[in-house]
DNA sequence: TCAGATACGTTGGTTCCACCAACATTGGTA
DNA sequence: TACCAATGTTGGTGGAACCAACGTATCTGA
C-alpha cells in the first residue's frame, strides 16, 4: 500500500511544518469558534497581562503591524470587550484597555484554546509537549518581533 | 525598560507559537524568491520522491485541497516545470510529472529553504533542531491529511 | 444492465492574515 | 522654527485555506 505521506524535502523543514502544525490548529480552532477570535484573544490576553496599552504597542508584544491592530481594536470595541480613549499625555496614541466584558470573553476563548491545544498535541507526552513549547520559545526569542 | 514580549497565555500556546514561526519562516523566503515558489517546492519535492502523481494524490500527500493544487499545477506548467496529461487508464485524472527544468528549480529552491531553516533555528544547536523536527513530525503524524 | 453514488478536475468566490503605500495629526529635536 | 519620527487611519495586494457547484468519468449494487 502507498504511504501518502509528504515528502521527506518536506518533512525535514520546520518552516514547512510549523506552517501545517498552525493549519492544524486553525481548522480546530474553527469547529470551536469564529476564526477571528483568534486575533482577538492575543489582543485581549496581552491586555489582561499588561494592562492598558496603545495600538503601536500592542502591535510590537504581539508581532501583529498597527494596520491589523486597528482592525482588531475597532471589532473588540463594537462588541464591547475594549474601550479606546486618547491618551491626553501623548495624542497620537490611543490608550486600549480591556472591559470586564472583554477579560469575561478572554477566559472563554482561552478555556478553548487550551482544548484546541490538547486536541493538536494529543500524539504527546506532557514532558514532550512542554520540550516542544520551550524549543519553540527559544526560536522565536532569538528573532525580533518585527512589526510595529 | 518595558520588556515587549508576548503574554504568556500566547507564549506557551504551541498553536499559536507554531504560527509565528511559520510567519517567520515566510518573511526569511520572501526575501530569497517569490513567496508563491513555496508552492511550488511543495509539489515539485513530491513529484521527485514519488514520481508523477495526479493532482488529486498531490493534494492529498501535501495536505492541499485539489483547488489549490490546480493553480500550482497550471502555474508550474506555464512555466515548463511541469507536465500534465491525462491518465489514459482513468480519463478523470490527470497525470502529472516534473520536467528536467522542473527538477532543477526544485534544486535551487531547496538550497534557498536550507538557507532559510538555518537562519530561523539560528538560536538551536544541532541537536535541539533534531528534536524540535521529531516533535512536530510526531504531531503532524498523529492527525490524518484531510484535505483532497 | 443500468441507475445512483463517488471521484476528479475546474471555475468562481469568501475569509483571514501579512504586508505595502499614503496621509494627517502630534510630538520630539536640531 | 524647521525638520524628522511616531501614531492612527484608510485603502489596497497577494497567498493560502476554505466552500459551492458543475461536467465528466468511473465504480457499485440492485
Known amino acids: 500500500m502507498t504511504e501518502p505521506g509528504p515528502p521527506a524535502l518536506l518533512r525535514t523543514l520546520v518552516s514547512w511544518q510549523t506552517g501545517r502544525v498552525s ?13 477571528e477570535a ?3 484573544f492575543a489582543v485581549l490576553a496581552a491586555l489582561q497581562e499588561y494592562g492598558e496599552l496603545s495600538q503601536a504597542e500592542l502591535g510590537r508584544r504581539l508581532g501583529l503591524d498597527r494596520n491589523n491592530v486597528n482592525g482588531i481594536v475597532t471589532r473588540l ?6 474601550e479606546r480613549r486618547v491618551d491626553p499625555a501623548d495624542r ?6 480591556a472591559t470586564d466584558a472583554g477579560l469575561r470573553y478572554l477566559d472563554d476563548l482561552n478555556a478553548r484554546a487550551l ?8 500524539a504527546l507526552d506532557p ?16 528573532h525580533p518581533a518585527q512589526p510595529a
Not at 493549519?23 to 476564526?35: D, Q
Request: avoid cysteine; charge should be negative; hydrophobic fraction near 40%.
Open 23 to 35: 493549519t492544524l490548529g486553525a481548522r480546530l480552532t474553527a469547529a470551536r469558534m469564529p476564526l
Open 38 to 40: 483568534r486575533s482577538d
Open 77 to 82: 470595541e463594537n462588541n464591547g470587550h475594549v
Open 92 to 97: 497620537r496614541r490611543n490608550i486600549v484597555d
Open 115 to 122: 482544548d484546541v491545544q490538547d486536541e493538536l498535541l494529543i
Open 127 to 142: 514532558g514532550e509537549r512542554q520540550q516542544l513549547q520551550a524549543l519553540l520559545e527559544k526560536v522565536l526569542a532569538s
